[in-house]
């Protein structure tokens, strides 16, 4: 009887310690768990605040622009800040004192109107640009770079949509007047571009008012430089080349583009239209600087190849957005 129990007591122990090993494994998961959700906290709060940095980084770069080449050449200029310009002339109020008022105003019916999460976009520029503006022009003072209107229009200009850029770039907005055409086509269905244009249209004739024609005619030149400025980086590394390729050698073409420029290819069936013929036609998007080295593997395979190329102003996916996958 004695050994039973014995026995029996060990058979407790063991459970015993059995219970110990699954309620320290369950604490340590749990540990873990919390360990990782603190870590992925800590890179959303890191990714939060290089965001606000660049934004701010961003509107600093736009004020610079205004208060470097804009101000002190009296040239023309669209937003908020050509509002801003209209006002100081018939009233004398400051630049930034009038924008940093028309944002938060803004701000707010675009809060209204357009929704918390649109609003959330708006808010750091919404406080940073005037701050901003307003430290530059102490900073600068009465300082000119330059008199020379067309200098002064493309650096501007650059500048401008250099600063833009870095913020919509972003998934931002700079707020203001970028606000007002966002509501005309929510509730009156007139389209975003056509809302800017003609807000700018006014604006810019404002300005016309006061400001000497040939002035004016930088203010325009200014303009165009920003949004062709501003078009630029937004693409840049955005813009590919798709090629179309119709060849009779098609599966030593395929291989070629696989193996030598490490590039996928999709084969689309096709038939010809004048003998009715079957065929393959491949089809490869590719990165500029890979355009000799395809064009070579095409030609050298097949000179009379028939090939289309256009360019691919975004492209998304694997090699291009996402990691190659060189799983079978």
Known sequence: MGEKVINGGNVKGLVKGHGNDRGSSRAKGGGQACAKHQDNRRL????????TALIILGNAIYATGI?????????????????ALIVRHFTGLPISTFVGAFNVVMFAVGYL???????????????????????????????VLTEDLMLAALFSGLLIGLG???????GASTGGMDIPPLILQKKLRVPVSVGLYGFDFVILAGQMLFTPKET???????IIVYTLTLDKILSIGEAKTRFEIVTKHTE??????????DRG?????????????????????????????L???????????FVIKTRATSVHGRGFSMAKDYAA
């Open 44 to 51: 959303k709060l890191l990714e939060i605040a290089k965001t």
């Open 216 to 222: 004016c005619l930088y203010g325009i030149v200014l």
């Open 265 to 293: 290819v999709t084969m689309i069936h096709g038939q010809t239209g004048f003998e009715g013929n079957e065929t393959e036609v491949l089809l490869c998007v590719i990165a500029p600087r890979e355009l000799y080295q």
């Open 164 to 170: 833009l850029a870095v913020v919509i770039r972003l």
């Open 113 to 143: 109107v357009l929704g918390r999460k649109f609003a959330m976009t708006t808010l750091v520029s919404t406080l940073s640009f005037p701050v901003l503006l307003g430290t530059i022009e102490r900073v600068v003072g009465d300082l």
């Open 252 to 261: 030593e073409m395929r291989r070629a583009i696989l193996e030598d420029l």
């Open 295 to 305: 064009e070579k593997i095409v030609y050298s395979i097949d000179p009379e190849a």
């Open 67 to 83: 208060v470097l080449f804009i101000l002190p050449t009296g040239l023309i200029t669209g937003g908020t800040t050509g509002i």
